[in-house]
């Protein structure tokens, strides 16, 4: 729910082909304009979208109170301006969000596409990368990026905070914090700053995210809502709510105009606290003092709040406000009304709104289906699921693996067992996977069963899709067969269980003292086991070391 922090700036600089970087207050910023170009590719079409143009305008009049306007405005304009450039090049994003099903890599695509004859620019480029990684594409953008860089195609800070962030998620934090350190200082500026720190954040990696916030502070860079924004959601996922209300405390002293966003979690904070007239305070200030921050999203959170305190006719009061608010050409909008319709029972504004995105939009896309999906499963509507099912089979023209997990899960959760698995199939006819989410749920579904062999089958052949450490069984999944095999007092399906762990780096050191408990409750013993944790670098406790004198004893 939560935006994160270099998206709120990135798209303003992509969408006016520049910078966008703050200095001292957040009523005073500066357009710095990009300079030069160093792309060997045709230059940016100098022919503005019209949204292009109205967002021009909107800056020169009055920039910083667009900045202002939060989280979600900043999203929807970039949306939009995607949306329209993709219009005019729709190929290549569909070959390039295509690659999930059918394989290959970005570089590729994009060379062929480009071999073809095709003209190909930063702008559509980058838009690419943004629908992809709004859609958790986060390797084919970043593959896309690192294609631009090898065409010397120029980067702004933008740029960089969006790199940042897309390393961070395929390669690890420690990849981000290189790239960043690797940044020179020109580089270093609010977006690539506030890029790094969004990483920390959604790590959760509170020192490291209070250090670097204070080095912004030291720069100015944390003088807008943007930084505080940030460490606030850590304090959220942290569970420490009540540290959020003094952030806003804190800006308010500054001068810093809390934005959408900020009122947003400022509520959820209150209500974390289970001090809903604190949420609704906030709510009042909110239409008091900044009228022109308050939309659908502000309502969408409310009504949130008023879902999980129980408070339903509150709930459809604030769903109302949300339709008022909303634009009809907002799928999120749409989105958030059928989830939180369906979080209160109500199936028939579920199919209301469903009917309305339809018919607002020419084209129902993925996104939309998954959420139909999951609030028509969430009603236990097992009827409207399989229509709508059935539906999205028939029109799809981009396969996405989410929904078939979607519907497997739904399947077997119903008990219908066949269903899940022609679902599986069909998703295996329609890309080249890997489906390791949708075996890990036959797994679990078969382990919950007790049907040990079935589920060994499903993890096997998980197991032989992993390449590069893409998946492992969750902890619980491990547990729960490695438990099963000592009540069966079965060592061997224990040691053929541990066998497949390794394969793929699993086994570890809870593994290990489970696989011992099997060998000491069916009174084996291993003459092997102690070299064998040796070479597998187990790191031993007290209770290891005990059960290891058991089964192997010196």
Same mark, same amino acid.
Request: aromatic share 10%; net charge positive; with cysteine.
């Given at each position: 729910?939560?935006?994160?922090?270099?998206?709120?700036?990135?798209?303003?600089?992509?969408?006016?082909?520049?910078?966008?970087?703050?200095?001292?207050?957040?009523?005073?910023?500066?357009?710095?304009?990009?300079?030069?170009?160093?792309?060997?590719?045709?230059?940016?079409?100098?022919?503005?979208?019209?949204?292009?143009?109205?967002?021009?305008?909107?800056? &020169?009049?009055?920039?910083?109170? $667009?900045?202002?306007?939060?989280?979600?405005?900043?999203?929807?304009?970039?949306?939009?301006?995607?949306?329209?450039?993709?219009?005019?090049?729709?190929? $290549?994003?569909?070959?390039?969000?295509?690659?999930?099903?059918?394989?290959?890599?970005?570089?590729?695509?994009?060379?062929?596409?480009?071999?073809?004859?095709?003209?190909?620019?930063?702008?559509?480029?980058?838009?690419?990368?943004?629908?992809?990684?709004?859609?958790?594409?986060?390797?084919?953008?970043?593959?896309?990026?690192?294609?631009?860089?090898?065409?010397?195609?120029?980067?702004?800070?933008?740029?960089?905070?969006?790199? $940042? !962030?897309?390393?961070?998620?395929?390669?690890?934090?420690?990849? &981000?914090?290189?790239?960043?350190?690797?940044?020179?200082?020109?580089?270093?500026?609010?977006?690539?700053?506030?890029?790094?720190?969004?990483?920390?954040?959604?790590? %959760?990696?509170?020192?490291?995210?209070?250090?670097?916030?204070?080095?912004?502070?030291?720069?100015?860079?944390?003088?807008?809502?943007?930084?505080?924004?940030?460490?606030?959601?850590?304090?959220?996922?942290?569970?420490?709510?009540?540290?959020?209300?003094?952030?806003?405390?804190?800006?308010?002293?500054?001068?810093?105009?809390?934005?959408?966003?900020?009122? %947003?979690?400022?509520?959820?904070?209150?209500?974390?606290?289970?001090?809903?007239?604190?949420?609704?305070?906030?709510?009042?200030?909110?239409?008091?003092?900044?009228?022109?921050?308050?939309?659908?999203?502000?309502?969408? #959170?409310?009504?949130?709040?008023?879902?999980?305190?129980?408070?339903?006719?509150?709930?459809? $009061?604030?769903?109302?406000k949300l339709e008022d608010e909303m634009d009809s050409h907002d799928r999120e909008a749409y989105h958030?009304?059928?989830?939180?319709?369906?979080?209160? %029972?109500?199936?028939?504004?579920?199919?209301?709104?469903?009917?309305?995105?339809?018919?607002?939009?020419?084209?129902?896309?993925?996104?939309?289906?998954?959420?139909?999906?999951?609030?028509?499963?969430?009603?236990? !509507?097992? #009827?409207?699921?399989?229509?709508?099912?059935?539906?999205?089979?028939?029109?799809?023209?981009?396969?996405?693996?989410?929904?078939?997990?979607?519907?497997?899960?739904?399947?077997?959760?119903?008990?219908?067992?066949? !269903?899940?698995?022609?679902?599986?199939?069909?998703?295996?006819?329609?890309?080249?996977?890997?489906?390791?989410?949708?075996?890990?749920?036959?797994?679990?579904?078969?382990?919950?069963?007790?049907?040990?062999?079935?589920?060994?089958?499903?993890?096997?052949?998980?197991?032989?899709?992993?390449?590069? #450490?893409?998946?492992?069984?969750?902890?619980?999944?491990?547990?729960?067969?490695?438990?099963?095999?000592?009540?069966?007092? !079965?060592?061997?399906?224990?040691?053929?269980?541990?066998?497949?762990?390794?394969?793929?780096?699993?086994?570890?050191?809870?593994?290990?003292?489970?696989?011992?408990?099997?060998?000491?409750?069916?009174?084996?013993?291993?003459?092997?086991?102690?070299?064998?944790?040796?070479e597998d670098d187990i790191q031993m406790d007290s209770e290891l070391e005990d059960l290891l004198q058991?089964?192997?004893?010196?």
């Open positions: 729910m939560f935006q994160n922090f270099f998206t709120q700036i990135g798209h303003y600089g992509l969408l006016q082909n520049g910078v966008l970087r703050w200095r001292g207050s957040a009523k005073r910023c500066v357009l710095l304009r990009k300079q030069t170009s160093c792309s060997p590719l045709p230059t940016l079409n100098p022919n503005k979208s019209p949204i292009e143009e109205r967002l021009g305008k909107m800056m &020169a009049k009055n920039p910083c109170r $667009l900045i202002s306007a939060g989280v979600l405005l900043a999203r929807r304009f970039c949306t939009a301006a995607a949306a329209s450039r993709s219009v005019r090049h729709p190929r $290549l994003y569909r070959r390039l969000s295509a690659l999930g099903a059918t394989g290959g890599s970005a570089a590729d695509t994009l060379n062929e596409y480009v071999n073809e004859g095709k003209v190909v620019t930063k702008l559509e480029l980058t838009a690419c990368i943004k629908e992809l990684r709004k859609y958790h594409k986060f390797q084919h953008a970043l593959e896309i990026m690192e294609w631009m860089e090898n065409k010397k195609i120029f980067f702004n800070h933008a740029d960089y905070a969006l790199r $940042l !962030d897309l390393l961070s998620k395929t390669k690890g934090l420690a990849a &981000a914090e290189d790239c960043f350190n690797n940044l020179s200082l020109s580089a270093r500026t609010l977006e690539t700053y506030g890029s790094l720190l969004n990483c920390y954040c959604k790590e %959760n990696m509170e020192e490291k995210a209070l250090a670097l916030f204070d080095e912004m502070d030291d720069l100015d860079f944390a003088s807008t809502s943007l930084a505080f924004n940030s460490i606030m959601s850590l304090f959220m996922r942290l569970g420490k709510p009540e540290k959020v209300p003094p952030l806003v405390d804190e800006m308010k002293k500054r001068s810093i105009s809390p934005d959408t966003f900020t009122y %947003n979690i400022w509520m959820q904070s209150y209500a974390r606290l289970n001090d809903i007239d604190g949420a609704e305070r906030v709510m009042e200030e909110l239409k008091r003092e900044n009228e022109d921050k308050l939309n659908w999203t502000t309502y969408s #959170n409310l009504a949130v709040i008023y879902v999980k305190a129980r408070l339903f006719e509150k709930v459809k $009061l604030a769903l109302k958030f009304l059928i989830s939180l319709y369906a979080g209160i %029972n109500n199936l028939n504004e579920v199919n209301r709104v469903w009917d309305s995105l339809k018919s607002a939009f020419p084209k129902t896309t993925n996104m939309s289906y998954l959420k139909m999906f999951q609030a028509l499963i969430t009603l236990n !509507d097992l #009827n409207g699921f399989q229509i709508c099912f059935e539906e999205w089979k028939s029109s799809c023209s981009s396969f996405d693996v989410r929904l078939a997990n979607c519907a497997i899960r739904a399947f077997l959760g119903w008990g219908m067992i066949k !269903d899940a698995e022609l679902t599986l199939h069909w998703a295996g006819k329609r890309s080249s996977g890997p489906f390791f989410t949708a075996l890990d749920t036959f797994m679990a579904h078969y382990l919950k069963e007790r049907k040990i062999d079935t589920a060994l089958k499903y993890m096997e052949e998980a197991a032989s899709e992993v390449k590069n #450490n893409e998946w492992q069984p969750a902890a619980e999944r491990v547990t729960a067969f490695l438990k099963y095999f000592e009540e069966e007092k !079965d060592v061997e399906g224990a040691e053929k269980f541990a066998k497949i762990l390794k394969n793929f780096g699993g086994l570890d050191s809870n593994a290990y003292q489970l696989l011992l408990q099997t060998y000491v409750t069916a009174g084996r013993t291993a003459p092997e086991m102690r070299k064998r944790m040796r058991i089964v192997c004893p010196e």
